[in-house]
């Protein structure tokens, strides 16, 4: 009797996002079978700003069933719109994630890398064989799910309750426009004030993970509440505000860059277009909360986490050539002592490339929609966007695996580190950094990074889409 296998493409996972465009009648030799599949990418919502549909972030499931008389079902995936995503630039070196296991925290460590992928003509392609019936769930980088962020919410309510720290809480600063809270946990009773935000763009999933891994090393979850001395200091030296997740809404439509309505979060931060007013509880009112509540706090240090498609490198970007940064040299070398610091704590961070300084302080007024560029210069005070690779992190290739949820959670929890060392210099008077060495000076980042003598047609500046003509 001739096998019936059925193969069947699915996004319901909160989180998802694929389209099925056609998929190939599996031809049958002996006990192999192959067959090929085509998809495409669903946009985001229009984004009125920047007058694009973003999209490049997919996940989906491949359920497989009919393959008791076959041992070889060889798929090809294709994506098809692959060259009009936001950065087709970024697809060639990328290996898409795979697992066969579930999308729960235990199964992290299954996520591998499918080496088969490539780009070519416009299309994204791997080959995946699949030798027994069940789920394999490909995504660009693992998700992130919404039902896990819950989890983390209430695992750091329970170590809140547990530790009767008096001023550790968590509140919700308000609503998306889907009804989701906007989640913030307050910790440490120190005299220096630092946010850490993280996900703007819901579908940099590492981003939360990053978050997850912070969390647990400052409430001790997974310890029975136990925390390390480092961390106790850092505590004792900080109040620290720390949103796990800006976009909860985007994250649960499967969105690249954009909430419900399409407002990208990280151009909200400020009016620098008279027709478009931003942040507003029309359009981006998670931003609009966050920064309310910061008002309220102030601010001595922040932190906006994210993933880059692009770069196959974890970097920092801040505030260079805004007014702050033009008026002394204190942010600068702020910038410099902080990356140096990361990098002492964590071999994964690097200083020379990155997202280059804009051209000159009146290209950089431009971006004071931007929230680190805000947030620098209406606190007076160090504000950073750590980006890190959805690809293989060149400074320590695992090309197996790559850059993946384990280690975006170790540079969570690396950052304590870093947070101790720079409690001193945040608010420090004079020239201070005459204390820093050499190694610990203020790098300008390039994003030339491929080959010697490769020069960018155009520079990339904060996340920015290249221009496709260039």
């Known amino acids: 009797m001739t096998p019936s296998i059925k193969l069947s493409i699915t996004a319901s996972h909160d989180g998802g996002n694929i389209q099925l465009v056609s998929q190939s009648e599996p031809v049958i030799s002996g006990r192999t079978a192959k067959c090929t599949v085509k998809l495409n990418v669903e946009p985001d919502v229009y984004t009125e700003f920047e007058k694009i549909a973003h999209c490049q972030y997919f996940s989906f499931r491949a359920f497989v069933s009919g393959l008791e008389d076959i041992k070889l079902f060889s798929v090809t995936y294709v994506i098809d719109n692959a060259d009009k995503v936001s950065y ?43 030798t027994t019936d069940g789920s394999t769930f490909f995504s660009y980088f693992p998700p992130y799910t919404y039902n896990r962020h819950l989890k983390l919410i209430a695992d750091s309510v329970s170590s809140i309750a547990s530790k009767r720290e008096n001023g550790y809480k968590i509140e919700s600063l308000g609503q998306t426009l889907q009804g989701r809270d906007i989640e913030c946990i307050a910790v440490g009773n120190g005299d220096k004030t630092a946010w850490i935000i993280h996900r703007q763009h819901p579908g940099e999933t590492m981003a939360e993970f990053f978050a997850e891994g912070l969390l647990h090393r400052i409430l001790g979850i997974g310890k029975d509440g136990e925390i390390d001395d480092m961390t106790k200091k850092v505590l004792d030296q900080y109040r620290i505000y720390i949103v796990p997740c800006m976009c909860p809404d985007g994250a649960v439509l499967g969105h690249l860059r954009t909430n419900s ?146 280690r975006s959670k170790q540079l969570g929890s690396s950052l304590v580190e870093t947070l101790n060392s720079m409690y001193l210099y945040l608010r420090a008077e004079g020239e201070f950094w005459t204390e820093f060495s050499d190694d610990d000076h203020y790098v300008e980042p390039t994003d030339n990074f491929k080959e010697d003598g490769f020069i960018m047609l155009t520079k990339r500046f904060y996340s920015d889409v290249r221009p496709h003509d260039a």
């Open 261 to 406: 309505v399409g407002a990208n979060l990280n151009r909200e931060w400020a009016t620098v277009n008279p027709e478009y007013t931003a942040p507003s509880m029309e359009r981006s009112p998670e931003v609009y909360a966050v920064l309310k509540k910061m008002d309220e706090t102030g601010c001595d240090f922040f932190l906006d986490v994210h993933g880059d498609e692009e770069l196959p490198y974890v970097f920092l970007s801040g505030a260079e050539k805004t007014p702050l940064w033009e008026e002394s040299e204190r942010l600068k070398y702020l910038h410099g002592y902080f990356v140096s610091c990361y990098q002492r704590a964590n071999s994964d961070i690097q200083k020379a490339i990155g997202y280059p300084p804009p051209d000159s302080a009146e290209d950089a007024l431009k971006y004071m929609n931007v929230a680190t560029n805000q947030v620098s210069n209406r606190f007076k005070c160090l504000g950073l966007t750590l980006e890190m690779p959805y690809k293989d992190c060149e400074t320590n290739l695992d090309p197996s695996v790559g850059w993946s949820p384990e």
């Open 88 to 130: 087709p630039e970024a697809w060639p070196g990328t290996t898409i994630c795979e697992t066969s296991g579930s999308l729960e925290p235990s199964d992290d460590h299954l996520w591998k890398r499918n080496l088969t992928t490539k780009y070519v003509d416009g299309k994204l392609t791997w080959q995946h064989v699949h």
